[in-house]
């Protein structure tokens, strides 16, 4: 039975064991076949890796043989005040700095007098009560102590005042503009304690020290002299009376407020500072208002006269320009391109006296000079033209002011690709916003040893303003690196200044103020003092209105001789900042409106009228009798 299994089975597993010995010599084969394949593959690609290899030694040898052509490398360090956006805040801020050198000090001297007036006054009010403490046994260093620590906590409680103002609410109004203008962290308030000590100490020194002048000239006197009304001033023929034919035909009010005001020197002396030195504070912030407003169409309207300036590849140049004719040519564009000037420009940095600038570098082909005119106006400071032939070389005046440099001078100039030439500057010309340095195709060649490669043109276009603004945006996907539209600038141009025009409404302000508390004090002081007068014409029957002219009339006199003295004060005042203000890319030529000084005329005139209208209801207010019966 077993025989016969076996002889059954025999043949099926025999079958089957061929079939599973084919299977695996199959796959056996393909294994073969495949390593045979990886084996050609791996050959091909040694192959390649050997090619790139012998390629990438070659061009490692390439590059060590240029290297070891070159000569000694020239390192060209540059810190932060090379950027352009941190050099645009630094000026801003050298700005807000210089006019915060110039305004305090007039501000401080005009504040200083108005409080020497003040407590002199007060202790001249006094001079019965310093007479009695005198006749008690007071020690004069005890009298002395009232008035001085009077003063002294008056400038103390004012200076924490001012502190207050001037590092928290000034630094926070003008960082608000700042920061209107410019993406900068959030501002830290600092406390500078020597700055605070110092000003509260001038301010200490000034109106203490005039208190105990005015006190020690007192107590000079007997307690029994103190005690009697003071002797009233002496009266004199004035300069006036001496003119007879404008005497005679004077009033009798005319005559006496003429005399009031020549009697009345000291008094009269500050009211006409005051005003003075307000009104020029006026003007001068007017001034810088004009001269920012004026400064658009001086550049825009007469200096550049050019419409679009463009800036291409140099290799792409010729091209580019093709374009722009194609599209000034299209039916469907509103503007037309009636000529261009190629150039060649670049941002390089001028450096003089150890100062440097970013200028924008223009150099114009030697057979268009000619041409510039119609793009660009030269001229020099007197407002003469200027000609750019072979050799010249003219700087802006901007750049003149913050570097320094005169005629005649050799500055260095490096490009934007690190080549560094030595220039000498033949000429200075205008140009109120922006640096720029003009040369000629050969001037330029001489200097960097390389030939010009122009990259950009001066473009005169037809059409209207925001057709041209339009017409600049479009050209950007023609190849052009930079597009600088006139129209473009001239319509950004106030936004530019609003720092500028924020200080100068602050300073107009403060001055504006300080003029209103100057004549009002002065005018109180006046009634104060003439208080026995008043009550007398009064007492003689002078009307309210009689007795408001009479008093009225010597404060507008005052301030008409403190205007006409502030105008040409202000108007110099202005045309120091041309010097103060030195910022880069900007050349302030102050001009000064005509109205403003009517402006500021007007305004010192209008705080006195409001002024004599307030002091009018303490005339109104004046007790004859206690002020006849009184000692003063």
């Given at each position: ?58 061009q490692f040898a390439d590059a060590r043989a240029e290297l ?217 912030g007017m001034g810088i208002r004009d001269t920012s407003v ?339």
């Amino acid at each position: 039975m077993r025989a016969k299994e076996l002889t059954v089975d025999t043949p099926a597993n025999l079958d089957a064991s061929e079939r599973q010995a084919n299977m695996v010599f199959g796959i056996e084969q393909d294994n073969i076949n495949r390593m045979a394949e990886g084996s050609e593959e791996r050959a091909q690609a040694q192959a390649d890796l050997d090619q790139r290899r012998a390629a990438a030694d070659q061009q490692f040898a390439d590059a060590r043989a240029e290297l070891s052509d070159l000569g000694e490398c020239t390192w060209y360090i540059q810190d932060r005040g090379n950027i352009a956006s941190y050099s645009s805040v630094e000026s801003d801020s050298s700005s807000i700095e210089a006019i915060a050198t110039v305004f305090p000090f007039i501000f401080f001297i005009v504040a200083v007098l108005i409080s020497l007036t003040t407590a002199t006054r007060m202790v001249e009010e006094e001079r019965t009560l310093i007479g009695l403490y005198k006749a008690l046994g007071y020690s004069r260093g005890r009298i002395l102590s009232k008035y001085v620590d009077y003063s002294l906590w008056a400038c103390l409680i004012g200076g924490v005042l001012g502190n207050i103002i001037g590092f928290v609410g000034l630094p926070l109004f003008l960082f608000t503009v700042f920061d209107d203008m410019y993406s900068l962290p959030q501002m830290l308030l600092s406390y500078d304690i020597v700055s605070s000590i110092v000003s509260v100490a001038l301010f200490a020194v000034g109106v203490v020290g005039a208190t105990i002048i005015a006190c020690r000239h007192e107590m000079a006197e007997t307690p029994a002299s103190l005690m009697r009304p003071k002797a009233p001033r002496a009266g004199s023929r004035i300069f006036l009376e001496r003119i007879g034919f404008i005497w005679r035909r004077m009033g009798f009010l005319n005559k006496v407020a003429a005399r009031n005001l020549f009697r009345y020197k000291k008094r009269a002396f500050m009211t006409i500072f005051g005003i003075a030195g307000c009104t020029a504070l006026v003007i001068c912030g007017m001034g810088i208002r004009d001269t920012s407003v004026a400064l658009s169409p001086k550049q825009y309207g007469h200096i550049t006269r050019y419409d679009l300036l463009a800036v291409a590849n140099p290799d792409d140049f010729a091209q580019t320009c093709a374009a722009l004719d194609e599209r000034s040519a299209a039916k469907d564009s509103n503007v037309t391109v009636t000529s261009t000037l190629p150039i060649m420009t670049d941002n390089v940095t001028f450096t003089f006296g150890g100062k440097s600038e970013t200028v924008q570098l223009v150099v114009v082909p030697d057979d268009r000079t000619g041409d510039l005119d119609d793009y660009v106006c030269l001229e020099d400071e007197s407002k003469e033209p200027l000609a750019l032939r072979d050799g010249d070389v003219y700087l802006s005046k901007s750049s003149q002011l913050v570097l320094g440099i005169q005629p005649g001078d050799t500055a260095q100039v490096q490009d934007s690709s690190l080549n560094v030439a030595d220039v000498e500057v033949s000429g200075i010309s205008l140009n109120y916003l922006g640096n720029t340095l003009y040369m000629t195709q050969s001037t330029y060649e001489r200097a960097f040893g390389r030939s010009v490669r122009l990259n950009g043109i001066f473009a005169l276009l037809k059409g209207s303003s925001a057709d041209q603004i339009a017409f600049s945006k479009q050209l950007k996907s023609d190849g052009w690196l930079t597009l600088s539209s006139t129209a473009e600038h001239w319509e950004n141009y106030e936004a530019n200044f609003t720092i500028i025009n924020s200080v100068v409404v602050l300073v107009t302000f403060m001055a504006a103020c300080l003029s209103f508390v100057v004549v009002f004090t002065l005018s109180n002081t006046n009634i104060s003092e003439r208080e026995r007068e008043l009550a007398t014409i009064k007492v003689l029957g002078f009307r309210r209105g009689e007795v408001h002219h009479y008093v009225n009339k010597e404060t507008l006199i005052l301030t008409a001789i403190g205007a006409a003295l502030g105008v040409p004060l202000g108007g110099l005042l202005a045309e120091s900042f041309t010097y103060i203000l030195q910022m880069p890319s900007l050349y302030f030529d102050v001009e000064v409106e005509p109205l403003s000084y009517v402006l500021a005329v007007v305004l010192a005139f209008a705080f006195t009228i409001i002024v004599n209208l307030a002091t009018n209801r303490t005339l109104n207010k004046i007790d004859m009798v206690g002020a006849l019966k009184s000692a003063e």
